[in-house]
């Protein structure tokens, strides 16, 4: 096991071979579902709970696992479709030129990792054979930015790492308007310029679509915990309340 373990799923070292790949019918961008497969590294994470005197990790049934992994794919899937749009409002804003070239330096690119669920071919309890959630290894120190209940970035970031909270604090914001106030990312975590395990924010009616770390008592806060910051300020974020306005 690589490191020690999450609130949902360990991290164990994996080895990717394929006999095969099916080509994409796209004509317009590369297959993100064969993205996974022109990673150098990676991991392969599985889902757990815990029960019991010690909180002992304990494995699901292998189709309650299928249908947990599936929730993490899920999330990470939408991960990737939220930045996208937070980066496509970037760069049109850009564009305009309405945005400073001193804040057009301090933008991070970030993305989601490649990710694919390996299900194997007996998901019978008996077979012994597990689902993984597969995803690319991320190197380097690895960075907690917004905890998942949180609007504001963690306190133990500094210098180029403080700037990226910063930035996905933003982001969230983005998310959040463009959406009109139905989804927000949070819980934002990784190294470099790779972002993995976020989870997706919604309001109680969409509670149970994204998995257990879903708040909803954080979500409906946003508007109050939220700050704007220079990032929102810059790109003509409007702040949600006056206390909102905070310079951070």
Not at 128 to 142: D, M
Request: aromatic share 10%.
């Amino acid at each position: 096991m690589i490191g020690t373990a999450g609130s949902f799923k360990t991290c164990h070292p994996a080895l990717l071979h394929t006999a095969s790949l099916t080509p994409t019918t796209s004509t317009s961008e590369p297959s993100l579902q064969a993205a996974i497969f022109t990673a150098k590294h990676v991991v392969a994470k599985r889902v757990f709970f815990r029960k019991g005197e010690g909180k002992k990790r304990h494995r699901f049934s292998k189709e309650d696992e299928l249908g947990k992994t599936l929730d993490e794919a899920n999330c990470l899937y939408w991960a990737t479709c939220l930045m996208s749009l937070v980066y496509i409002f970037v760069d049109e804003m850009i564009e305009t030129e309405a945005v400073k070239a001193t804040v057009i330096d301090q933008i991070p690119r970030l993305r989601l990792v490649h990710a694919a669920v390996a299900i194997p071919d007996d998901t019978s309890d008996h077979a012994g054979a597990a689902t993984y959630l597969l995803e690319e290894r991320i190197e380097g120190k690895f960075i907690k930015y917004i905890n998942n209940n949180s609007a504001v970035p963690a306190h133990h970031l500094r210098g180029f790492e403080e700037k990226i909270g910063l930035f996905l604090c933003f982001a969230q914001h983005v998310q959040h308007h463009l959406t009109n106030e139905v989804v927000y990312l949070s819980d934002f975590q990784g190294s470099g310029n790779l972002l993995t395990d976020c989870q997706v924010m919604t309001g109680p009616e969409y509670s149970a679509n994204f998995g257990e770390g879903n708040c909803t008592e954080a979500f409906r806060a946003f508007k109050s915990t939220h700050k704007c910051n220079f990032y929102c300020r810059a790109f003509g974020m409007q702040p949600f309340t006056s206390s909102a306005a905070t310079d951070v």
